[in-house]
């Protein structure tokens, strides 16, 4: 058992689990299948607690994790370089106002009493003063959540996997984490397909299975409808933190 020498990183509703269970597919990646927290709730528990978390693996192979909260986790970069300057980082983003509404939708399927996206968007409403301290919302800062980790990492330590891409090219993203973790490619195309009831694409064969598999029943989840002012307001609010990300990361995720 190893500390992990890669992390997906971010972010909620993004598409990490996703990518967790295409990346499993290859033989050289081991990964554990909860979410372990340690970064951000367990750390108190020591890196023995979080190493006995990790699958076994053989020479050559990669030990992975993911956590989605580490991303927004002020003290995550600091408590991850400490364990290992080298490890390699991996965030998944997808559209800010759609992963809020996908985060938003989520929330309501557990505790159906909440009040609306609409009212919880705003601080107050007439003059549209954007709520930044609700979660769904402030996740969705990349810019912002980005600059507290390159105090710790160099950027080219960092990959951004594009939460749209992984669903309409899952294996061009695929390709894409497979070179970055220094990995032969071997998921390719070949390994998915597009599920239409769902609307996003399936393994042929999971790990370890013959059968093909798809996410569960949480996942792609039909959000409900938004007041289209409000979304619009919210593509205002990010439109400056996205542009800024796309600086940071010299990647136009085409949000706008």
């Not at 909440?114 to 990349?142: H, M, V």
């Not at 294996?171 to 998915?192: P, S, Y």
Request: proline fraction near 6%; charged fraction near 25%; glycine fraction near 8%.
């Amino acid at each position: 058992k190893r500390l992990p020498q890669a992390i997906i990183i971010g972010v909620k509703k993004g598409g990490t689990r996703a990518l967790l269970e295409f990346l499993r597919v290859h033989p050289d990646v081991r990964a554990v299948g909860a979410e372990p927290h340690f970064f951000d709730r367990n750390y108190e528990r020591g890196l023995a607690w979080y190493r006995d978390l990790m699958p076994r693996t053989l020479e050559g192979q990669i030990t992975m994790e993911k956590t989605p909260s580490y991303f927004v986790t002020k003290e995550a970069p600091a408590r991850i370089s400490s364990m290992s300057k080298g490890t390699k980082l991996i965030v998944v983003v997808r559209d800010p106002v759609t992963r809020a509404i996908s985060d938003y939708t989520q929330t309501l399927s557990k505790k159906p009493d909440i009040p609306t996206f609409e009212s919880l968007t705003f601080k107050n409403r007439t003059t549209g003063l954007i709520d930044t301290s609700w979660s769904a919302i402030q996740i969705g800062i990349y810019a912002k959540h980005l600059e507290n980790w390159l105090l710790h990492f160099p950027i080219g330590q960092i990959l951004f996997v594009s939460g749209e891409r992984l669903i309409s090219d899952p294996a061009g993203e695929l390709g894409r984490v497979q070179d970055f973790l220094g990995l032969k490619r071997i998921i390719t195309d070949k390994h998915f397909y597009f599920n239409k009831t769902k609307g996003f694409p399936c393994l042929k064969k999971a790990e370890g299975s013959s059968k093909p598999h798809c996410l569960g029943k949480t996942k792609g989840r039909t959000h409900p409808d938004i007041d289209q002012e409000v979304v619009q307001r919210l593509r205002d609010f990010y439109r400056p933190f996205n542009m800024k990300f796309y600086q940071m990361t010299g990647q136009d995720f085409g949000w706008d």
